[in-house]
């Protein structure tokens, strides 16, 4: 793992198993999404069983801030109308930051640095927004590729360049989660590497990696921010867009 900071992204199967043309191999990142998912549920059960408290746990705490966080986004975003939409944007929303958060602890793996599974989360918000549009205005959601006030001459350039933008949401929100995540990580295998190959030269160098570690320490910090922040905006993107296809902005 010191030899490339890009093997930590590498996708390895555990148990190789395939059916035909499908391969239904258990990989490290098949695991990681379970624990991702089984994690959120798991706790969701225990405070089923064991309810609410007056005075709430860490992990209450925990979970009242993701609620009340989910909540104020589709409150400010969407508005009245979009709390339908809250079980949808919650889970979303904890799925994502379980997931770059778990990716910072020491030889785990991080889905969300694969754009495979980003596409595959955005493409879900993608076409959920397209089935509220469609099913609230039917054919008037057409009306997005095509401003008001425009003349024919200019709906020929302006209805293609509509069409192209609306096509690359999904893919705007897939690759901003992926590249801010896989560059994170990467330049944290690299001072880490780094610090390592400074320790085994001896000499002044053995002191020197001192240097390295403390900004480890901050980058890590901040990637800790960054996999926050990417949670964030890719949940209230979501809602901006879910917004878009009530009232079609």
Same mark, same amino acid.
């Given at each position: +793992? ?7 992204? #590498?996708?390895?199967?555990?148990? @190789? ?5 499908? =391969?239904?191999?258990?990989? @490290?990142? +098949?695991? &990681? ?6 994690? %959120? ?34 409150? =400010? ?30 030889? $785990? ?7 495979? #599974? &980003? !596409? ?22 057409? $009306? ?5 006030? &425009? ?9 293609? /360049? ?18 801010? +995540? +896989? ?14 190959? !400074? ?29 926050? %922040?990417?949670?964030?905006?890719? &949940? /209230? ?5 879910? @917004? =878009?296809? %009530?009232?079609?902005?």
């Amino acid at each position: +793992m010191f030899f490339s900071p890009l093997e930590q992204f #590498q996708i390895l199967p555990f148990v @190789n198993l395939g059916i035909g043309l499908f =391969d239904l191999s258990i990989t @490290n990142a +098949m695991i &990681t999404t379970i624990f991702s998912v089984g994690f %959120i549920l798991f706790v969701y059960y225990c405070l089923s069983i064991f309810g609410l408290s007056c005075f709430p746990s860490r992990w209450q705490l925990f979970l009242e801030g993701l609620y009340l966080t989910t909540a104020g986004l589709i409150w =400010d975003s969407i508005g009245p109308h979009g709390q339908k939409y809250f079980p949808f944007i919650f889970m979303i929303f904890s799925f994502i930051l379980i997931s770059n958060v778990s990716g910072l602890v020491p030889y $785990s793996f991080t889905i969300t640095s694969h754009l495979i #599974q &980003t !596409m595959v989360l955005a493409l879900g918000v993608f076409i959920g927004v397209v089935l509220i549009c469609a099913s609230t205005h039917g054919f008037h959601m057409l $009306s997005l590729f095509l401003p008001g006030g &425009t003349s024919l001459p200019l709906a020929f350039l302006l209805v293609p /360049i509509e069409i192209v933008s609306y096509i690359f949401k999904p893919l705007s929100l897939a690759v901003r989660l992926f590249a801010n +995540m +896989m560059a994170g990580h990467t330049l944290l295998k690299v001072i880490a590497g780094f610090a390592w190959a !400074m320790m085994g030269s001896g000499g002044l160098l053995l002191i020197a990696h001192v240097v390295p570690l403390l900004v480890l320490i901050i980058l890590f910090g901040l990637e800790l921010a960054v996999a926050l %922040i990417q949670a964030y905006v890719f &949940t /209230i993107l979501s809602c901006i867009y879910i @917004n =878009d296809a %009530i009232v079609l902005h």
